[in-house]
């Protein structure tokens, strides 16, 4: 069986879904699993190092046109193969495939997302499950999720390969720059569901420290009002490197996740390899994903937000180390050489594959 990988994310910038894919891809190749990622002819974005991969450039284009309609004509008279799409759907067309489901916001809130990004997935989610042989998800919340949104999914197609981190890209750093300013930092794209607006409020009253955003907008989501309004307390930094963030991750007294929806929350266990305390909204997936290493809040009330900030900040070096000793447990039970087995797993030993 010959594994291909659909490789459009590596002409992408790398966010949260495009690290997944990348990470598995690398795992696969440290494992030394052969596989091929089929990648369109637009120039490989440099947040990516594919040296240790196996690509081939084919077709015209990068968008979800190459995706859907130039991508299929590659493995014309191709037998015995199978394609992963580790981002989403995959091309319909294509039946020899395994799609990545990250999570369900689109239907769960669809005020969230621009009516075109909406549509887009509304329509072309079921047609890729319904042409898929196997479904990849991230959590067991997910999992749920597309079984409560499409029922006709048999449960036992559905597979939870979990994100982790790379301990030599997320790490304390035995020694850095002291930070200017005592500070608290979320990561993540700027869009509703994140639930910034929120944290920005909660900043309001808070003395003594400031918030660091890292991210930027996305047009794909709908932006609410006074998300992204500067205070004298909020900062936001944009899209940073992954040295960079590792060195904020170092420096944070804190990391806070307000997340209203989740399918895993990759943010958070990244802080926990960096030995930097989560707080974050209490929302299923998080307790899946982050279990007893964080400290929870409710993600719709400013109040409550505010005064578990405040109450942390508060704490001693006793709570704190505690803490940062139970995220390094935590991280434990995530490995992305684990989840790179889980997907060759599915080509081994499942009989429809």
Not at 232 to 251: A, H, I, P, T
Request: charged letters at 20%.
């Amino acid at each position: 069986m010959t594994i291909y990988i659909n490789g459009r994310f590596l002409t992408q910038p790398m966010t949260g879904v495009e690290r997944y894919a990348y990470n598995i891809c690398k795992a696969m190749a440290r494992i030394q699993q052969p596989f091929t990622i089929v990648c369109p002819k637009a120039t490989i974005h440099p947040d990516y190092d594919a040296n240790d991969l196996t690509v081939v450039h084919y077709g015209i284009g990068n968008s979800h046109f190459w995706e859907q309609c130039v991508l299929p004509f590659f493995f014309l008279g191709k037998k015995n193969y199978i394609l992963f799409s580790f981002t989403g759907l995959g091309s319909i067309l294509i039946r020899h495939k395994v799609m990545t489901i990250h999570d369900l916001s689109f239907l769960a809130n669809p005020s969230w997302f621009s009516k075109a990004y909406f549509w887009w997935y509304k329509l072309m989610t079921p047609l890729a499950v319904r042409t898929s042989l196997q479904i990849i998800t991230v959590s067991e919340f997910s999992k749920k999720e597309i079984l409560r949104y499409y029922p006709f999914v048999k449960e036992e197609f559905i597979h939870v390969v979990y994100n982790a981190v790379y301990k030599d890209k997320f790490y304390p750093l035995p020694e850095h720059p002291a930070p200017t300013e005592r500070f608290a930092l979320a990561v993540s794209s700027i869009d509703p569901r994140k639930n910034f607006y929120r944290l920005v409020q909660a900043f309001e009253n808070i003395k003594d420290c400031k918030l660091y955003i890292v991210g930027k907008t996305n047009r794909v989501f709908n932006q609410c009002k006074g998300m992204v309004e500067e205070m004298s307390n909020v900062k936001y930094l944009g899209r940073v490197s992954d040295e960079e963030l590792l060195k904020l991750y170092n420096q944070a007294v804190c990391f806070i996740f307000p997340s209203l929806y989740e399918g895993f929350g990759l943010p958070t266990l990244e802080a926990m390899a960096c030995g930097c305390p989560v707080l974050l909204s209490d929302i299923e997936v998080h307790r899946e994903v982050c279990a007893n290493a964080g400290v929870y809040f409710n993600p719709q009330n400013v109040d409550n937000i505010r005064n578990t900030i405040e109450q942390f900040l508060k704490e001693d070096d006793t709570f704190r180390s505690s803490l940062i000793a139970k995220g390094y447990e935590n991280m434990k039970r995530f490995s992305w050489g684990n989840s790179a087995q889980a997907v060759i797993n599915l080509v081994r030993y499942k009989h429809n594959i």
